[in-house]
């Protein structure tokens, strides 16, 4: 009995010791999630209030003299395009490729290839640029490169761990990093989620489900202690559907997504011919062409072209001037397209929400709908053009819930998600994301001269494209 008690005893200190060693590791592997999601919240709630004040800026130019569009958009736009070029040139676009192609090639051979990508250059650079074509009134948004920010905070802070730290897996950071850049920016933590699951991960997502999990929340969480809580735009009236709303959600989805994707590929065939673009100064040239013809747009067509298009969105949903003009939505999508395609640093998701949410207005002041049915046929826009462009439509259905807090109609918007995704692949079979983030790859690959380096860069790329063939052939 003696011998069974000492037993007993000696494997209970031994259970109890592992317990507090579990505990103590796991602890120490969750701080730096932690801390990384404060400093995002933070970060993110200040890059939107200078993005704010640069639209605002951007506005009292307008109103003081609307020809001076002619002066501060070629020039906002050359600016951009020149910081981005001379300090960082991977901080350009939408930044969510950037954070894919990081998180594809990332190994401890390619460590210096993923700093060009995500690191603190990249986050002074990409607010810089952007707020500057803010300025100018480029038709971009804030939450790509809110994304692209908040992976190099992640990155950053997986650097400066000391190397007794339990190890963590740069890429769970960088993961994990821009679902909480996506939560704090648009205020939608599911939303954030499902996009590291759908866009951004290849791996098993029980891997770091509760890195994901608790970063999201506690991003939010800062982001709202500074801004309060709210809804990134409102609680549009929906209630009362017509029966027959489901055919033109069906239709409106067909149309967007198509849209969305053929956008997207015109935005990749004009970055193919800038590439054969030799002499030096065209690319300059370019960018001041670019910002003469959306001044030209914006002051003999309408002033709609410029800004990310929250302003559209707002207006029909909420206001009784609810049926766009044919011309709203393409000119959202030109603005997008010069705006994307200088090379400076600006998103697609607002634009292409606002670009969604016109054609929905615009087929439902065809089929002349009520109130209720109009918001409906906004809302499934919203989620079909960001899903032409993103091929995400589980990230795009959960996004715009969050957004408007409207619950109820969410099998109406997964048919719009659905039918879109379909759509586009009609225009195109790859993604936008997936393309650019190749493309980056590929550069990176073309300018890299050590050879192994190259050759890890070579196989990741090939293990990425074996896993999309595996999963394109389960579909």
Same mark, same amino acid.
């Given at each position: 009995?003696?011998?069974?008690?000492? &037993?007993?005893?000696?494997?209970?200190?031994?259970?109890?010791?592992?317990?507090?060693?579990?505990?103590?590791?796991?602890?120490?592997?969750?701080?730096?999630?932690?801390?990384?999601?404060?400093?995002?919240?933070?970060?993110?709630?200040?890059?939107?209030?200078?993005?704010?004040?640069?639209?605002?800026? @951007?506005?009292?130019?307008?109103?003081?003299?609307?020809?001076?569009?002619?002066?501060?958009?070629?020039?906002?736009?050359?600016?951009?395009?020149? &910081?981005?070029?001379?300090?960082?040139?991977?901080?350009?676009? @939408?930044?969510?490729?950037?954070?894919?192609?990081?998180?594809?090639?990332?190994?401890?051979? /390619?460590?210096?290839?993923?700093?060009?990508?995500?690191?603190?250059?990249?986050?002074?650079?990409?607010?810089?640029?952007?707020?500057?074509?803010?300025?100018?009134?480029?038709?971009?948004?804030?939450?790509?490169?809110?994304?692209?920010?908040?992976?190099?905070?992640?990155?950053? +802070?997986?650097?400066?761990?000391?190397?007794?730290?339990? $190890?963590?897996?740069?890429?769970?950071?960088?993961? /994990?990093?821009?679902?909480?850049?996506?939560?704090?920016?648009?205020?939608?933590?599911?939303?954030?989620?499902?996009?590291?699951?759908?866009?951004?991960? $290849?791996?098993?997502?029980?891997?770091?489900?509760?890195?994901?999990?608790?970063?999201?929340?506690?991003?939010?969480?800062?982001?709202?202690?500074?801004?309060?809580?709210?809804?990134?735009?409102?609680?549009? $009236?929906?209630?009362?559907?017509?029966?027959?709303?489901? &055919?033109?959600?069906?239709?409106?989805?067909?149309?967007?997504?198509?849209?969305?994707?053929?956008?997207?590929?015109?935005?990749?065939?004009?970055?193919?011919?800038?590439?054969?673009?030799?002499?030096?100064?065209?690319?300059?040239?370019?960018?001041?062409?670019?910002?003469?013809?959306?001044?030209?747009?914006?002051?003999? +067509?309408?002033?709609?072209?410029?800004?990310?298009?929250?302003?559209?969105? +707002?207006?029909?949903?909420?206001?009784?001037?609810?049926?766009?003009?044919?011309?709203?939505?393409?000119?959202?999508?030109?603005?997008?397209?010069?705006?994307?395609?200088?090379?400076?640093?600006?998103?697609?998701?607002?634009?292409?929400?606002?670009?969604?949410?016109?054609?929905?207005?615009?087929?439902?002041?065809?089929?002349?709908?009520?109130?209720? =049915? /109009?918001?409906?046929?906004?809302?499934?826009?919203?989620?079909?053009?960001?899903?032409?462009?993103?091929?995400?439509?589980?990230?795009?259905?959960?996004?715009? &819930?969050?957004?408007?807090?409207?619950?109820?109609?969410?099998?109406?918007?997964?048919?719009?998600?659905?039918?879109?995704?379909?759509?586009?692949?009609?225009?195109?079979?790859? @993604?936008?994301? =997936?393309?650019? $983030?190749?493309?980056?790859?590929?550069?990176?690959?073309?300018?890299?001269?050590?050879?192994?380096?190259?050759?890890?860069?070579?196989?990741?790329? =090939? #293990?990425?494209? #074996?896993?999309? #063939?595996?999963?394109? #052939?389960?579909?």
């Amino acid at each position: 009995m003696i011998i069974v008690h000492w &037993l007993r005893s000696q494997l209970k200190r031994s259970f109890d010791r592992i317990r507090n060693e579990d505990l103590k590791k796991n602890a120490l592997q969750a701080i730096p999630f932690w801390i990384a999601s404060v400093i995002t919240g933070i970060v993110a709630v200040v890059y939107a209030k200078m993005f704010l004040w640069a639209e605002e800026l @951007s506005h009292l130019i307008i109103h003081y003299h609307v020809w001076l569009l002619f002066i501060s958009m070629p020039l906002c736009f050359l600016v951009a395009w020149w &910081l981005v070029k001379q300090f960082s040139p991977y901080a350009r676009g @939408s930044g969510i490729p950037q954070v894919a192609a990081a998180i594809q090639v990332s190994s401890p051979t /390619t460590s210096y290839i993923v700093d060009k990508l995500l690191s603190f250059r990249i986050i002074v650079i990409k607010i810089a640029s952007s707020l500057v074509m803010a300025i100018g009134g480029a038709t971009i948004g804030r939450e790509g490169p809110t994304i692209q920010i908040a992976a190099s905070v992640y990155k950053l +802070v997986y650097q400066v761990l000391p190397a007794w730290w339990p $190890k963590i897996a740069k890429r769970n950071m960088m993961v /994990t990093g821009a679902a909480a850049g996506l939560a704090a920016a648009f205020n939608t933590p599911l939303g954030g989620i499902v996009f590291a699951i759908e866009e951004l991960t $290849k791996t098993h997502f029980s891997y770091f489900k509760t890195a994901i999990f608790s970063s999201v929340i506690i991003a939010g969480l800062s982001a709202q202690a500074l801004l309060g809580p709210y809804l990134y735009l409102g609680f549009p $009236k929906i209630d009362n559907l017509a029966p027959f709303i489901f &055919l033109g959600i069906a239709l409106v989805g067909i149309v967007t997504g198509m849209l969305g994707s053929g956008m997207a590929k015109f935005i990749m065939f004009i970055f193919k011919l800038k590439r054969r673009m030799k002499f030096k100064y065209n690319q300059a040239l370019y960018v001041i062409a670019g910002g003469l013809v959306m001044a030209f747009l914006a002051y003999f +067509v309408d002033l709609g072209i410029l800004g990310s298009g929250k302003d559209l969105m +707002v207006r029909v949903l909420f206001t009784h001037d609810k049926y766009s003009v044919w011309y709203a939505p393409v000119l959202k999508m030109v603005g997008s397209v010069i705006s994307f395609t200088t090379g400076a640093s600006g998103g697609v998701f607002a634009p292409a929400l606002s670009a969604g949410a016109g054609v929905g207005s615009l087929i439902s002041g065809w089929m002349h709908l009520p109130e209720s =049915d /109009t918001n409906m046929l906004i809302l499934a826009g919203m989620v079909g053009f960001l899903t032409g462009v993103t091929r995400s439509p589980f990230t795009s259905v959960i996004l715009v &819930l969050e957004m408007t807090d409207r619950n109820s109609v969410i099998f109406h918007l997964i048919l719009a998600g659905m039918v879109a995704s379909l759509a586009a692949v009609l225009i195109d079979k790859e @993604s936008f994301y =997936d393309r650019l $983030k190749h493309q980056y790859i590929d550069e990176m690959i073309l300018n890299e001269k050590d050879d192994e380096v190259k050759e890890a860069l070579e196989e990741r790329t =090939d #293990e990425a494209l #074996e896993a999309t #063939e595996k999963r394109n #052939e389960e579909l």
